[in-house]
């Protein structure tokens, strides 16, 4: 017996070497956003990590930095092959190299759609109902390249308020918090007023919707969605792009495109672990589904 598995463990090992001497790569790196703490990032992907690996034979390898410019950075510098991203960083990487990344797949829904929403939310206790009660407050913002936590409000935000998103025109202050659950734990803690956090909009509000990062922070015990109220909702935002580094040989691609694909069949509760919530699976989606918040970035940035 130990012999046999001595015998297939070496020709798993030979195999594995083989595809990487065959397909020019010898190692993979998945980026992660931030929006959560490190190590529940690291344990949300960890069912992908370990699937790539195991179809293409050669160390796979997670990296979560602090911000999402981290991996955007990665994505252009060739540090980092794959990465679900907001569409705003997708945005970025595609402003700043139209050949780096292409997006290969899209989350979702249960209901069959695929976007997400942008949503203002403050604690019940405060007071707040909506962007009107919220003049002269502090508002919460995520990450400077988050969708959802900065560029969607900042463009319909002043449009409905009247002013700018500027600290003392209409909020009394306006700060950025590091990311989603960042502000999610300040709303909850009192230390801003109100911010904004992405949620697909589906299910209940007491489960912080049906996936989102509500949906994670209710899971992680982080929030009651009892203590918290919703005070705005953006337009629909296209979904989040599952995006692969142009570089990579076709066949790897090819292998990394199957096995998210078809996670909502073969591995729905990794597909789950991906998405923050509950999902149907993933579809494939190409890069003119962005091309609205590419141009918003674009306006942002003039």
């Not at 070497?17 to 065959?22: C, G, K």
């Not at 919707?209 to 994670?216: C, N, P, Q």
């Amino acid at each position: 017996m130990k012999k046999t598995i001595t015998l297939a463990l070496l020709t798993t090992a030979l195999a594995g070497t083989a595809w990487a001497e065959t397909h020019a790569i010898d190692e993979f790196r998945i980026g992660i956003l931030g929006g959560e703490n490190a190590q529940d990032r690291m344990n949300s992907n960890e069912c992908l990590r370990g699937a790539i690996e195991d179809a293409l034979g050669v160390p796979t390898k997670l990296f979560a930095p602090a911000d999402y410019n981290g991996v955007i950075q990665g994505l252009l510098g060739g540090t980092i092959d794959l990465s679900l991203m907001g569409p705003s960083s997708y945005a970025a990487v595609h402003i700043a190299d139209e050949t780096a990344v292409s997006p290969i797949l899209v989350k979702v829904n249960v209901d069959g759609s695929t976007g997400y929403y942008s949503v203002g939310f403050a604690r019940v206790d405060s007071g707040v109902k909506s962007l009107e009660d919220m003049k002269g407050k502090v508002f919460g913002f995520g990450d400077p390249n988050s969708t959802s936590g900065y560029l969607i409000p900042s463009v319909e935000i002043p449009g409905q308020i009247g002013a700018s998103m500027e600290s003392g025109d209409y909020f009394g202050e306006v700060k950025f918090t590091g990311g989603h659950e960042q502000t999610i734990v300040a709303v909850n803690n009192g230390d801003v007023d109100g911010g904004v956090t992405w949620t697909d909009g589906q299910g209940n509000w007491e489960d912080g919707y049906t996936f989102g990062a509500l949906r994670k922070a209710v899971d992680a015990g982080l929030v009651d969605m009892n203590d918290l109220v919703e005070i705005w909702r953006s337009k629909l935002i296209p979904g989040e792009p599952v995006v692969l580094r142009n570089a990579l040989p076709d066949d790897v691609r090819a292998t990394v495109t199957n096995i998210i694909d078809t996670m909502g069949e073969t591995d729905p509760e990794c597909a789950a672990a991906l998405a923050g919530g509950e999902v149907s699976g993933f579809d494939p989606i190409t890069h003119d589904a962005y091309t609205s918040i590419v141009a918003a970035r674009l306006a942002k940035s003039n």
